[in-house]
């Protein structure tokens, strides 16, 4: 850190003109990053310390006292049991589910959240994806630090509150409905204060006087999610269900995973392992849905590194998540692994690491690998339409050699998008769901028929 700046009193960010280059040799940097390109067995990264807690204890515990309501994984949501990474149980929800969306999601990456929810369609699974729902304000907490724990905790408990309440409208009791988070931001922030708040009883106190002015308890009490599933996880445990309705054969695709921070190192006790995927070595969600679609998944040396992202990188240091992302990720997959695609499963690392390629080109480098999630090139595999559903239009990456490579024409694909286009502006869009999926109350609002 430069002295000056101590002594002038800038302030220290972190990022910006305190940074200097460390001048170290070429072998010296390898060797400063030399850890993370080992092969890392039995998840010795994450396993090789004490035993931590579950938190459940915790809450079964503040249920039992009276100081909290749980809202559990009914029969109704027809759960799938995986194992976590000390081999607890975590009862993930396969129907009933209250879609939590994602900010970046439907700003930068709309074909994501289509995706999925044209794979729920196909399996005919009960979902609402309501409007009366608020960003998880995670983007704001990490990337600038202008954010606190009360904000988090109240923002997180209030989502969650409206999740449990939002089958009311349909005449459905509380609970009918389980939340399914997108981001993964949103999944690994929403983790770590459901833990602050069964830890401290001062933070339940502060945020139950805010639920209480929203109207936002349960019996006067605060409602906590028994698990906090993300959309991956719901991916992994339907796996097999997908694959019935595959029309495309994907066994000559070579495949990478790039797992998220948020996902699998934010309280990784929670996160499910499986030892058919990788041998347990890696984090199953995305990998063995890939695996299982028939793709060939090649590991490679940076799979452990964050895509660039960051928040405040990509915020202060933006040219460093840029570099970051082609030279610790991209080109590796690409030189290394000969990859046809890289699949992600969390908003900013699939932002980060689409939108980044053009840098390397523009500096005369080939840097093409088609990025997107796994519901994305799953969607694909089940024949969605590459434009209308899974919107490949909007990714900076080159996806024309991938979908032909699947037997996909993207020439005539674009042609019907395009013709498409020109009905929509004639005011006949089609929906992709019952629009009445959207809305849970207010004026001409119309009861859905439940399916007994």
């Known amino acids: 850190m430069n002295k000056d700046n101590q002594q002038n009193g800038e302030h220290i960010t972190g990022h910006g003109s305190e940074w200097t280059d460390a001048n170290l040799s070429a072998h010296d940097a390898r060797i400063a990053t030399n ?78 959240p289509t995706s999925l929810l044209w794979l729920m369609n196909k399996m005919d699974i009960d979902y609402l ?113 997908i694959k019935d309705h595959q029309v495309i054969d994907c066994s000559n695709i070579r495949s990478t995973i790039h797992p998220a921070c948020h996902v699998y190192k934010m309280v990784p006790e929670d996160v499910i392992y499986d030892d058919t995927v990788m041998d347990g070595n890696r984090v199953a969600v995305s990998t063995g849905l890939m695996q299982t679609l028939g793709t060939n998944v090649i590991d490679y040396s940076t799979w452990y590194d964050c895509c660039g992202f960051g928040f405040r990188h990509i915020i202060s240091e933006r040219e460093f998540t840029r570099s970051y992302a082609i030279d610790r990720k991209l080109r590796v997959v690409q030189d290394e692994a000969h990859t046809d695609v890289m699949i992600g499963h969390d908003t900013g690392c699939i932002t980060t690491l689409d939108k980044s390629q053009w840098i390397a080109q523009a500096a005369g480098e080939k840097i093409e690998v088609p990025v997107m999630a796994d519901c994305q090139f799953a969607a694909l595999s089940c024949g969605a339409h590459p434009y209308k559903i899974v919107q490949l239009h909007w990714h900076a990456s080159a996806v024309e050699q991938l979908l032909e490579k699947m037997g996909i024409d993207s020439v005539k694909s674009m042609k019907e998008f395009e013709d498409y286009l020109e009905v929509v502006k004639a005011g006949n869009a089609e929906n992709l769901y019952d629009p009445r999926k959207m809305i849970t109350s207010g004026p001409g609002f119309i009861k859905i028929e439940q399916k007994l």
């Open 35 to 112: 850890w993370v390109d080992q092969k890392i067995d039995r998840r010795s990264m994450l396993t090789n310390k004490d035993r931590v807690e579950d938190v459940r204890d915790i809450m079964w515990q503040l249920e039992k006292e009276g100081e909290i309501v749980v809202h559990r994984v009914n029969d109704g949501n027809k759960p799938k049991m995986a194992k976590t990474l000390y081999g607890w149980d975590k009862k993930i929800p396969s129907d009933r589910l209250w879609h939590h969306k994602s900010c970046g999601q439907c700003g930068n990456i709309p074909g994501y």
């Open 129 to 241: 994806d309501e409007t009366d729902q608020t960003s998880c304000t995670a983007w704001n907490y990490h990337g600038s630090g202008i954010g606190n724990i009360e904000s988090l905790a109240a923002v997180f408990l209030r989502n969650f509150h409206q999740a449990y309440v939002s089958g009311r409208a349909q005449g459905l009791p509380d609970g009918h409905f389980f939340p399914l988070v997108h981001c993964g931001t949103s999944f690994g922030n929403y983790k770590e204060i459901r833990g602050y708040l069964l830890h401290s009883a001062k933070l339940r106190e502060t945020v139950k006087k805010i639920l209480a002015k929203l109207g936002r308890l349960v019996d006067g009490k605060l409602l906590i999610p028994e698990e906090i599933i993300h959309y991956s996880e719901w991916l992994h445990v339907k796996r097999d269900d």
